[in-house]
């Protein structure tokens, strides 16, 4: 028994060294590019649900679900379902993107990217309450597009040839460090709330260029915000229990994020700029406008999830999630951002054959499968932008060691987003997220006989 203990120990101290170093590494991730996406280029970004892979499988749905195939899950998009939380729990994965961006008149052209996607823990604190705390991604920003304007100024005179070319990049992205408690009240209602700092840094640069006229001065914009504050979640879960062993159990759940409001230091900057004969860019000879420096504040929006989902303990589980999101409310510096609300409709579920199957590994194994449609916040050319994905994926359990367990989750979203309307692009983009999850007794006395 001390022998085991010492392991465990051991073990213990193993984990929790590895997964700060991730999320160390995960934070610095985050001040890079990790999308290649036009559409990232409004508000803060592409905005990134707060869903696991085990969720993102099953067409991205959690406001209804709490515990999956027997395991202790850690679900931030509803912070009540932390109240089922029975084990240590410890979840960290990887993220990869692949994206196609078409649009018409215009080459087509892939970009990947990849990044540590997420680290969270869940420890319980009493029979019906946990606390979780981690660090996740909220947005992403990677851009860089041209625009050529074969006639773009001048009249009357050889001017009038010239190309104008108007360059377009963005990077950048925004973090979410929370900490969330989730308790029970009765047999059948859930509560919960998180508290999280988004912080992070978004450049956007805008330039104006005459590539074909020697000597002119070419004008670059360049705008950076320092984001740092703090946003609040909160949410419910009521389940009622069927069967002969209340093993079958439908939940509705509520959460939604508040409209907090954040901080953000800016700077804006305009400089001029010349290539030399070689066609390499010079250092900017002045900067006509330099303000840094100021602060200012972002109103986020309030965003709404409404939940249901069915489950046959260790059998199978469907769900579907709605959200809208307030997005028209969101301003930057006092100005609107210029978005619309979003709907979005999550629908998904999953499979086990026999988790108790002795012989055959695949009988328990998780099988999922989900569906989005996103109304998303964007309307561009008088088009809204919609997206479409199925989303598959596999929970692969390993071998259980005593009270420990562990499971591996993978899963994939193939989908499509935009138009080839009215000179917009298309995207189409694969997603792969892989999770590992770990449930544990660590908090426990050992007894010696």
Excluded: C
């Excluded at 989303?391 to 193939?414: D, H, Q, R």
């Amino acid at each position: 028994m001390q022998l085991h203990k010492t392991i465990m120990i051991k073990y213990t101290r193993f984990f929790i060294t590895l997964i700060l170093a991730v999320t160390a590494v995960g934070a610095m991730a985050q001040s890079s590019a990790t999308t290649s996406s036009p559409y990232s280029k409004f508000g803060l970004g592409d905005i990134v649900p707060a869903a696991l892979p085990q969720n993102i499988g099953m067409g991205g749905i959690g406001t209804a679900i709490n515990r999956l195939s027997g395991y202790n899950n850690i679900n931030v998009l509803n912070p009540a379902s932390y109240g089922t939380i029975g084990f240590t729990t410890i979840d960290a994965g990887i993220y990869s993107n692949i994206i196609s961006l078409n649009q018409t008149g215009q080459p087509s052209a892939t970009n990947a990217n990849f990044r540590l996607s997420h680290v969270a823990f869940a420890i319980p604190v009493s029979k019906r309450s946990a606390l979780s705390f981690g660090l996740l991604p909220y947005s992403e920003m990677g851009y860089n597009y041209k625009q050529t304007l074969s006639k773009g100024f001048g009249t009357g005179s050889p001017a009038d040839t010239n190309a104008v070319n108007y360059i377009y990049s963005g990077d950048g992205g925004l973090s979410k460090a929370y900490l969330g408690y989730g308790f029970g009240l009765g047999k059948h209602l859930l509560i919960g709330a998180n508290m999280s700092y988004i912080f992070g840094n978004l450049q956007q640069y805008s330039s104006t260029e005459i590539p074909t006229l020697y000597g002119t001065l070419n004008s670059r914009v360049e705008q950076s915000n320092a984001v740092g504050g703090l946003s609040y979640d909160y949410g419910v879960q009521y389940s009622f229990d069927f069967g002969e062993q209340k093993q079958k159990h439908l939940i509705l759940g509520y959460s939604a994020s508040a409209n907090s409001r954040i901080t953000t230091t800016s700077s804006y900057i305009v400089s001029h700029y010349t290539y030399d004969g070689s066609g390499n860019q010079n250092l900017a000879i002045d900067s006509v406008v330099n303000r840094q420096g100021a602060k200012s504040k972002i109103q986020l929006p309030q965003v709404n999830h409404f939940g249901i989902s069915f489950q046959n303990d260790l059998k199978f589980l469907v769900g579907a999630d709605y959200t809208m999101g307030k997005w028209s409310d969101l301003t930057i510096s006092g100005a609107n951002a210029g978005l619309q609300d979003s709907r979005t409709l999550n629908v998904g579920g999953q499979f086990t054959p026999n988790i108790n199957a002795l012989h055959t590994y695949f009988a328990r194994t998780d099988y999922r499968l989900g569906f989005i449609y996103d109304q998303t916040y964007l309307n561009l050319n008088n088009v809204n932008i919609k997206r479409y994905a199925v989303t598959v994926g596999l929970g692969l359990p390993l071998a259980p060691n005593n009270l420990s367990f562990y499971k591996v989750n993978f899963s994939a979203e193939i989908g499509q987003r935009g138009t080839l309307t009215n000179g917009l692009v298309k995207e189409n983009y694969i997603n792969l997220h892989l999770g590992f999850t770990l449930n544990d007794k660590w908090f426990q006395r050992y007894k010696f006989d």
